[in-house]
């Protein structure tokens, strides 16, 4: 996408611009990918720790009762695993999470804003002089590309006023046009490609979301098989030899140690929200496929219309219609574009509000 954006203008200069914008895109999308690993990897210990504690005390107590240098080692190492997850707690995984959340939002915020200074639409609008859009460029990155200001407040699609109310207002007036080829490359890398995002991704964490509850269930079922074994050896006493007493201690240490693997689980699935965001993203391919085919009819019609009239006798009549068609093409390509991105936003928008943490 990016070499295709870069290469639809002729003019050097634009082709600078729109790098500039990569070049900050670049930085805080290899931020938030790191961010998202750490991130997931942070919450995943921390989750897991708990039940090792009480694994690691279990053992302990069934197993070596009595003071003992493994009796030592053991509590030393539940010591260790429960300093560890308080450290964890301290230290916030949470904070870790925002950071993440607001990087990639900042990330997504500069890869519409390429789009937005290629189609010339919201801050572009009626920049066309090399001038105007390289002040323009800097003074947006100048606020987007800074991590004192809130990515969220970029979300918006608006300056004083909603850009499309400012596409409206000027649509009797002569706006800079669309670098050449943008209507294309548009509907193929920004609706067609986010459409099949979201529908891969959707199944991806809906999936993900059904392995976590196969594991809570499964862990569920497992310690209801566990407490029914130990109930026979307490009611039946039939391992009460002493040639089965490392099979009843097994059987006693899982009985405790199992349920708090589903617990975790359950905390996980809880935490990353993976239902509610894949459901999300089943929606937002929906309204992207209504936009695609609006989209895509909207370039069919132009190029029919514009060959009907080339094949017409050449007049100022003529010229004068295919102007007429290439304005008006223009402002519904724009009006479609900022449509769809209106849908990428809100979807955003919602995405952040389940991410960040410490919101309803």
Not at 52 to 57: D, T, Y
Not at 207 to 232: D, G, P, S
Request: charged share 25%; net charge positive; with cysteine.
């Amino acid at each position: 996408m990016t070499d295709q954006i870069a290469t639809l203008s002729q003019p050097r200069d634009i082709k600078d611009l729109l790098d500039k914008i990569q070049v900050a895109f670049d930085k805080w999308d290899d931020i938030a990918i790191k961010g998202q690993k750490k991130a997931r990897q942070f919450v995943a210990i921390s989750a897991l720790l708990i039940p090792l504690a009480v694994l690691v005390l279990t053992i302990q107590i069934l197993a070596f009762p009595n003071a003992g240098s493994l009796s030592v080692v053991l509590i030393s190492v539940e010591l260790i695993v429960l300093f560890t997850a308080l450290l964890f707690l301290l230290f916030n995984p949470m904070i870790r999470r925002k950071q993440w959340s607001e990087d990639r939002l900042r990330a997504e915020v500069l890869r519409r804003e390429r789009l937005l200074l290629a189609g010339k639409v919201g801050p572009y609008l009626e920049k066309s002089g090399f001038a105007e859009l390289d002040a323009a460029v800097e003074m947006r990155l100048g606020m987007i590309d800074n991590a004192a200001n809130k990515p969220e407040k970029f979300l918006p699609l608006r300056n004083a006023r909603p850009w499309r109310d400012e596409l409206e207002d000027a649509r009797d007036r002569e706006t800079a046009p669309p670098e050449s080829g943008f209507a294309d490359m548009y509907l193929n890398i920004r609706i067609a490609d986010q459409q099949r995002w979201f529908r891969s991704k959707s199944k991806r964490l809906i999936a993900a979301h059904f392995r976590y509850e196969n594991i809570v269930r499964f862990t569920i079922a497992v310690a209801l098989v566990l407490a029914a074994m130990h109930l026979m050896t307490l009611l039946f006493n039939i391992l009460y030899e002493d040639s089965n007493r490392t099979i009843k201690l097994i059987i006693e240490i899982l009985a405790i140690a199992v349920p708090p693997i589903g617990s975790a689980a359950a905390a996980l699935q809880g935490l990353f929200q993976y239902l509610r965001v894949g459901r999300s993203y089943k929606m937002f391919a929906k309204d992207l496929g209504d936009i695609r085919e609006d989209f895509a009819g909207l370039i069919c019609s132009h190029k029919g219309r514009v060959e009907a009239f080339h094949q017409m006798a050449e007049s100022e009549e003529t010229k004068s219609q295919i102007k007429r068609e290439i304005s008006d093409y223009e402002f519904q390509m724009k009006r479609a574009m900022l449509r769809s991105e209106e849908i990428l936003s809100n979807e955003l928008n919602i995405w952040y509000s389940v991410i960040r943490p410490g919101q309803p």
